[in-house]
Nanobody, 115 residues
Framework: QVQLVESGGGLVQAGDSLRLSCVAS????????MGWYRQAPGKEREFVAA????????FYADSVKGRFTISRDNAKNTIDLQMNSLTPEDTAIYYC????????WGQGTQVTVSS
């Protein structure tokens, strides 16, 4: 059974930074692409960033490019999301998943950015 556990969210002010982490279990990790998604209140879940399994190449949504950095540690089955220069528009619940074949979503981690 695949399990995705996100952590690291919190309440911060605009301009601050946060680092999110996701631990994946129950599925081959090292060769799998992994991604971060977010869902703001009243909006649909959207793609934030992804990192390829074999190459480590990263992809970002335009809204976070230059501010967020995704990374992975295959030895620990984890991916991180370093978020800098946060704005209130980044307020959302953040989730991780396998972009090419989505698994059941975890609980996510809440990020709230005050102005």
């Amino acid at each position: 059974q695949v399990q995705l556990v996100e952590s690291g969210g919190g309440l911060v002010q605009a301009g601050d930074s946060l680092r999110l982490s996701c631990v994946a279990s129950g599925r081959t990790f090292f060769s799998s692409d992994m991604g971060w998604y977010r869902q703001a209140p009243g909006k649909e879940r959207e793609f934030v960033a992804a990192v390829q399994g074999n190459s480590g190449i990263a992809f970002y949504a335009d809204s976070v490019k230059g501010r967020f950095t995704i990374s992975r540690d295959n030895a620990k089955n984890t991916i991180d999301l370093q978020m800098n220069s946060l704005t209130p528009e980044d307020t959302a619940i953040y989730y991780c998943n396998f972009p090419n074949s989505l698994e059941p979503w975890g609980q996510g981690t809440q990020v709230t950015v005050s102005s």
